[in-house]
């Protein structure tokens, strides 16, 4: 059982290393504060750590991890809601979500600043389709999985993001 335990552990070590940075990005766009992240990454490795397992090891890793950021998501959220408090955007938090995406060495960060206003108007569900297909590069149907929605309904989720996200660039 201990052998077992400690082979668990290490398993998680290299997922957290593998994935710690993809997941955390995701927990910045849901989120849009640098607290609640960080609460929200913390939460959820320690869910998988709790439900390790109950992992089957015949599918991908990080769709897993990042269903249960998403349900942890949707948890503090509806605690955060019950009890009549939501995060307030800054330009901090913005700021501090954006500089975690990679940022091509091509083009300077203020290329971005339209982007990151832009980015802004989508609601957390908008943001987290925008960050798992294109900073992420997940397909449609792995993305959809983790967001808990058909693929039909995602590529409507990522297409209305697609298109505010053009309205407000071109305004």
Not at 80 to 104: I, K, N, Y
Request: hydrophobic share 35%; glycine share 4%.
């Amino acid at each position: 059982m201990k052998k077992q335990r400690e082979l668990h552990m290490a398993a998680l070590e290299t997922y957290v290393e593998q994935y710690g940075g993809r997941l955390s990005r995701l927990c910045y766009s849901l989120c849009k504060n640098t607290h609640d992240a960080q609460d929200l990454y913390q939460e959820t490795w320690l869910r998988a750590i709790r439900a390790y397992d109950t992992y089957d090891e015949d599918r991908p890793f990080d769709v897993w991890l990042h269903r249960i950021c998403i349900n942890c998501y949707r948890d503090m959220y509806r605690r955060a809601r019950a009890h009549g408090t939501v995060a307030f955007e800054t330009t901090e938090h913005m700021e501090q979500f954006f500089s975690s995406l990679p940022d091509p060495d091509t083009t300077d960060r203020a290329d971005y600043a339209a982007l990151y206003c832009a980015m802004e108007t989508l609601t957390a569900e908008e943001r987290a389709a925008i960050s798992l297909f294109y900073f992420d590069d997940y397909d449609g149907r792995t993305a959809a999985e983790m967001l808990g929605k058909t693929y039909s309904h995602f590529r409507i989720i990522l297409y209305r993001a697609r298109n505010k996200l053009k309205g407000a660039l071109q305004s």
